[in-house]
């Protein structure tokens, strides 16, 4: 990965938005429900204030308006500040 976060932000790999049809009617990717949950690719090194929780590999819940989409090499990732993930998913 080519990209590496400054201070407190993340990049997320969000989970794909679940496909769902009805009795033959596709549903446009405009209308599909905003994944609230992803993977962690890579972190900041925190601040001075604030410590970094989250690390690379986590499965991460986050706010459904959070973050930043950006587009590099053709996927889409999300960055925030790791104050908008809302919890770390555990198995």
């Known amino acids: 990965m080519n990209i590496k976060p400054l201070a407190d932000r993340v990049l997320i790999n969000p989970t794909p938005a679940e496909e769902v ?22 972190a900041g ?5 604030e410590e970094m929780v989250v690390k690379e590999g986590d499965t991460v819940l986050y706010g459904k308006y959070s ?15 790791q104050s908008d993930i809302l919890a770390i998913i555990t198995e």
């Open 21 to 42: 049809t009805m009795a033959g009617i596709i549903i446009p990717d405009s209308a599909k429900e905003k994944p609230l949950k992803g993977t962690v690719l890579a």
């Open 67 to 81: 973050g930043t989409e950006i587009e590099f090499e053709g996927q889409k990732y999300l960055i925030m500040r």
């Open 45 to 49: 090194n925190g601040t001075k204030d």
